[in-house]
């Protein structure tokens, strides 16, 4: 059996989180979730199961976290895995070298927009996992971490329901990239910068 490569990284000319100060998020996401639509699920009478097309997401959202009585946002993206449920973001989106541990009450909204909830409303994380680059050294070069999804739903993961992000470790230069996410400030054209929208 041949061993595995090392992960290589390549700076891509992504800014690092060493440039970017945390935000604290000033929305009171229990309000955002009090004015959510009642998730409407309709069923199929003759296998006695909600009809699980009916609901299609997308693949990127909000995630909310707290961490000593304060509450962030971050943005993070279910993956195309086999498991269906797996979620990948920053490391400093899950954990905290602050107070040297990871975040808690941490919730995703797929296609969260606007101060709105998206239509599975929010997905509680079951296990989350970042390098041991940034958890022992803090490396801005390997400030990424995955997240396992609590969902099922008819037995279906939530990749079924938002699609799925391909992704990969080595990415070639050149590559046109779309890029979306809620950022909160900076000057992304076309975008409110707010933390709360979605923007591309």
């Not at 945390?22 to 909600?50: C, H, L, W």
């Not at 939530?158 to 900076?186: C, H, S």
Request: net charge negative.
């Amino acid at each position: 059996m041949k061993k595995a490569k090392s992960l290589i990284t390549k700076n891509i000319g992504f800014k690092t989180r060493s440039s970017v100060e945390t935000i604290k998020n000033t929305t009171d996401s229990s309000k955002v979730m009090k004015s959510m639509q009642p998730f409407e699920r309709k069923y199929d009478a003759n296998k006695g199961v909600a009809n699980v097309d009916q609901i299609k997401a997308i693949a990127i959202g909000i995630l909310f976290m707290s961490k000593n009585d304060d509450d962030f946002t971050y943005t993070a993206s279910v993956i195309n895995t086999d498991d269906g449920n797996i979620g990948f973001t920053a490391a400093h989106c899950l954990y905290d070298h602050k107070t040297q541990s990871y975040f808690d009450n941490v919730m995703f909204s797929p296609e969260y927009d606007n101060g709105q909830l998206g239509p599975l409303g929010v997905v509680p994380i079951a296990k989350m996992v970042v390098t041991n680059e940034f958890l022992n050294n803090n490396d801005n070069e390997f400030d990424w971490g995955m997240m396992l999804f609590n969902f099922n739903m008819d037995g279906h993961p939530l990749k079924y329901f938002t699609g799925a992000l391909g992704w990969q470790f080595q990415a070639e230069n050149n590559v046109p990239t779309t890029f979306r996410g809620y950022p909160d400030g900076g000057e992304l054209a076309n975008c409110p910068n707010d933390g709360l929208t979605l923007c591309t």
